[in-house]
C-alpha cells in the first residue's frame, strides 16, 4: 500500500504553514493572477518562494493554481509567471487548459502539471488519454462515487487525487454561471460570488409558493468522505485533497489534523470502524458551520446533496498561542474571538489531543489582569495546566 498524500489549502502563508504544521504532505495555493479564486489568491510571489524553502526543508510540497478559464486578455504575463514558479522550485501547477499543459511542458519542463477538477474527469478512458498528452495528475471529478475510482485507480497509472472535504458546487465540476448572471463576477476566471448559497424566495406570478422550508437555496452540503477514506487508501488514490481556500485558521487546522490521524491509523494498519468514523466525524463537527453529506461518492439521489443551510456553531476559535512560559505556567496568546474568565477553553494542537480548562486568571500586555478578553490580536498571558507550543489553538465548548 503506497502512502497517500494529504492535500490541504491555503488563502495565505500563514495559513500554508499552519496547514503543514498540522499535518498536510502538501498545500495547494494561488498567486495573485490566474486562480480560480482570486479572493482567496493573497500569495504574491516572494511568498510563494517563503513557502517553498518551508515546505521543502520539511520535505512537503507545494502546488500553485492556474486553473482560471483563460480567455486571451488574460493570458498577458503568463509564460514569465509560469517560468518564475519553476524557478522558484514549485512542485506543480494545478491547471484546467490543455492549451496551457502543452506550454508548461515546453517552457517549463520541471513543473509537474495536475489537471483540475474543473476538466470534469469521470473515467479511465480519459484518464489514458490526458496522460499521453502530459498529465502528471489528474484532479477527478467530484461527480464520481467511489466504486468508480476503485474502477479508474485499478485500470490507470497516472496518480489520482480525489476531494474528500469541503465545499462542493451547485453546478457539474464547478463550471457555473450563476455568478456571472446575478452578480456580473465569472465564476470561472476567479471571481465566484456563491450566489447558489443565498436564501430565494419562490414565487408563481405575485404569489409565494408554500414551501416546507423557506427560504429556498440552491446551495449544495459540503462534502465529508470519512466513510471512504479507507477505501481510497486501499484503492491507491495518490492524494487525499481538502477543499478551502477562503477557510480561517481554525478550519485548516482542525480539518487537517483530523485527516491527518485517520491516513495515520489506516497505514497502520487499523480499520476504521463506525465507532472510529463517529469519533472523527465529531472532530470535523467542531470546525463546521454548514451540514455536510458524502456528496456523490455513495448518494444515489442527487436532489438530496442540495438545500444546505447554517448550522449552529459548536465550538469557537478564540486564541492562537504565541509562547510558553515553562517556569510559571502562563501561555502568550493572542486573541481572535470574544472569551472570558469562566469559561471552558479547550486547546489542540498537532501533537495535543484537546485539553480543556477554566480560564480562571489572564492579564493584558501592561501587566493588568482582566476578566474579559474582547480586542481582536491583543496580546495575554493566560494561566494554564498544562504544557503548550506555538501555533497550538484555543476554542470556546458551547
Known amino acids: 500500500m503506497k502512502k497517500v498524500e494529504l492535500l490541504a489549502p491555503a488563502k495565505d502563508l500563514n495559513k500554508a504553514l499552519i496547514a503543514l504544521r498540522y ?24 511568498d510563494i518562494k517563503t513557502l517553498v524553502d518551508f515546505a521543502h526543508y520539511y520535505r512537503k510540497k507545494v502546488y500553485v493554481t492556474v486553473n482560471m478559464v483563460f480567455h486571451d486578455d488574460d493570458l498577458k504575463g503568463i509564460e514569465d509567471y509560469i517560468k518564475t514558479l519553476e524557478m522558484m522550485r514549485v512542485d506543480a501547477l494545478i491547471i484546467e487548459s490543455l492549451a496551457l499543459m502543452a506550454l508548461i511542458k515546453k517552457i517549463a519542463p520541471k513543473l509537474e502539471c495536475h489537471l483540475s477538477t474543473q476538466l470534469s474527469t469521470t473515467n479511465s478512458l480519459a484518464c489514458e488519454e490526458l496522460t499521453k498528452w502530459g498529465a502528471d495528475r489528474i484532479v ?14 485499478q485500470r490507470v497509472k497516472v496518480p489520482l487525487e480525489v476531494f474528500i472535504h469541503g465545499g462542493m458546487c451547485a453546478n457539474y ?41 423557506l427560504p429556498f ?14 477505501r481510497m487508501i486501499k484503492a491507491g488514490v495518490a492524494s ?11 478550519y485548516i487546522a482542525q480539518v487537517t489534523r483530523t485527516y491527518r490521524k485517520m491516513i495515520d491509523e489506516v497505514e497502520m494498519g487499523n480499520h476504521l470502524d463506525e465507532s472510529r468514523i463517529a469519533y472523527y466525524n465529531s472532530e470535523l463537527d467542531k470546525a463546521e458551520n454548514r451540514p455536510s ?15 444546505a443551510k447554517q448550522s449552529f456553531v459548536k465550538h469557537e476559535y478564540v486564541a492562537m498561542v504565541k509562547d510558553f512560559d515553562l517556569s510559571c505556567g502562563y501561555a502568550l496568546v493572542e486573541v481572535r474571538n470574544k472569551f472570558a474568565k ?34 481582536p490580536k491583543a496580546l495575554l498571558k493566560i494561566k494554564l495546566p498544562f504544557l503548550v507550543k506555538p501555533y497550538y489553538m484555543m476554542r470556546k465548548v458551547f
Open 23 to 46: 499535518g498536510a504532505d502538501a498545500v495547494y495555493v494561488g498567486g495573485l493572477e490566474y486562480s480560480l479564486r482570486s479572493r482567496a489568491s493573497n500569495f504574491s510571489l516572494q
Open 140 to 153: 477527478l471529478a467530484r461527480e464520481v462515487d467511489m466504486l468508480s475510482i476503485e474502477v479508474i485507480a
Open 173 to 213: 465540476s464547478g463550471r457555473c454561471t450563476l455568478s456571472n448572471r446575478m452578480t456580473n463576477r465569472d465564476a470561472n476566471r476567479g471571481g465566484c460570488a456563491h450566489s447558489c448559497r443565498w436564501n430565494y424566495d419562490v414565487y408563481k406570478g405575485k404569489e409565494r409558493v408554500s414551501l416546507k422550508e
Open 217 to 230: 437555496t440552491m446551495s449544495s452540503f459540503d462534502l465529508r468522505a470519512t466513510p471512504f477514506i479507507e
Open 240 to 250: 487525499l485533497k481538502i477543499e478551502g481556500r477562503m477557510k480561517s485558521d481554525h
Open 293 to 307: 453529506s458524502t456528496g456523490f461518492l455513495a448518494l444515489e439521489k442527487t436532489s438530496e446533496l442540495f438545500g
Open 342 to 375: 469562566g469559561d471552558v477553553l479547550e486547546v489542540f494542537g498537532p501533537d495535543l489531543n484537546n485539553e480543556r480548562f477554566v480560564v480562571e486568571k489572564m492579564y493584558d500586555e501592561d501587566g493588568q489582569e482582566i476578566e474579559v478578553a474582547n480586542r
